[in-house]
């Protein structure tokens, strides 16, 4: 069993990529899940707020169920973990409360193409506390107080757009269009896949303008818009995951032909 330490772990996909489609085919499903551990903060009532990620080498999807192959340790082995498992590396993918008597005990292993590894087992160690950036990241829509202990907990999926980045004061980002020309939208809805039983739902909408925007591809996070008549316009890109929502906006000033 392989215990994984380190905060990230490097990957030599680039020379697989360039054998051909054959040999990226057999790297598709067949490669290790890694389960790791991100790191941990205390808050104010002495509760330690955890966080672990996975890193899969594999090119698609893979689903490990929970069980001897996806387990937490000490029990219960079923802490609502992730089962689906994307290619690369997701931070924050469990996050979880315990209480102030926790004593670092925790471990997630998962099995999968004939190797299984566990996250550290020196979780409590100085140097894997959260920098602030990571703590903001943690704590997004968590009250630890509040929350259940021992289980990860759901947060609403994230919603942004490549490439782009808020106004002042967090105004959405801005870009310009022309009028019967196609404005690309570079949307990113990510989730950690809870509930299980959720499905994972995006939309376009437009919620202001003086005219009519189409879009390409409405639920999807990368489409195309466009617009029949010049003026201001404000884009929301929304996501479900069935039970929490998220959502960005972006303004687009649309100049006539």
């Known amino acids: 069993?392989?215990?994984?330490?380190?905060?990230?772990l490097p990957v030599l996909l680039a020379s697989v990529m360039l054998a051909g489609p054959c040999v990226a085919s057999?790297?598709?499903?067949?490669?290790?899940?890694?389960?790791?551990?991100?790191?941990?903060?205390?808050?104010?009532?002495?509760?330690?707020?955890?966080?672990?990620?996975?890193?899969?080498?594999n090119f698609e999807p893979v689903t490990v169920p929970v069980g001897p192959l996806n387990s937490f340790g000490p029990v219960p082995v079923d802490r609502h973990?992730?089962?689906t498992f994307l290619p690369g590396h997701h931070r924050f993918q469990c996050v979880m409360v315990m209480g102030p008597d926790f004593a670092g005990d925790l471990r997630w292993t998962l099995d999968h193409a004939g190797t299984a590894t566990t996250s550290s087992d020196d979780m409590l160690q100085y140097n894997w506390e959260f920098?602030?950036?990571?703590?903001?990241?943690?704590?997004?829509?968590?009250?630890?107080?509040?929350?259940?202990?021992?289980?990860?907990?759901?947060?609403?999926?994230?919603?942004?757009?490549?490439?782009?980045?808020n106004g002042p004061q967090g105004a959405p980002p801005e870009v310009v269009a022309t009028v019967g020309d196609e404005l690309k939208l570079f949307g990113s809805v990510s989730d950690e896949g809870?509930?299980?039983?959720?499905?994972?739902?995006?939309?376009w909408r437009m919620l202001s303008g003086p005219g009519t925007v189409?879009?390409?591809?409405?639920?999807?996070?990368?489409?195309?818009?466009?617009?029949?008549?010049?003026g201001v316009y404000e884009l929301e890109l929304w996501a479900s995951d069935g039970e929490r929502?998220?959502?960005?906006?972006?303004?687009?000033?649309v100049a006539p032909t």
Do not use: K, W
């Open 26 to 57: 057999a790297f598709a499903q067949n490669e290790p899940v890694y389960a790791v551990y991100d790191g941990f903060l205390i808050t104010d009532e002495d509760l330690y707020v955890l966080a672990f990620a996975y890193f899969s080498h």
């Open 1 to 8: 069993m392989t215990v994984y330490r380190g905060r990230f």
């Open 245 to 253: 929502e998220g959502s960005s906006r972006v303004a687009v000033t």
């Open 214 to 230: 189409t879009f390409s591809a409405p639920d999807e996070p990368r489409t195309l818009a466009s617009f029949d008549t010049p």
């Open 131 to 165: 920098e602030q950036r990571s703590v903001r990241n943690v704590l997004r829509d968590i009250e630890p107080a509040e929350a259940p202990r021992g289980v990860c907990l759901n947060r609403s999926p994230t919603v942004r757009f490549l490439g782009l980045r």
């Open 81 to 83: 973990q992730p089962t």
């Open 194 to 203: 809870l509930p299980r039983t959720g499905t994972l739902v995006t939309r």
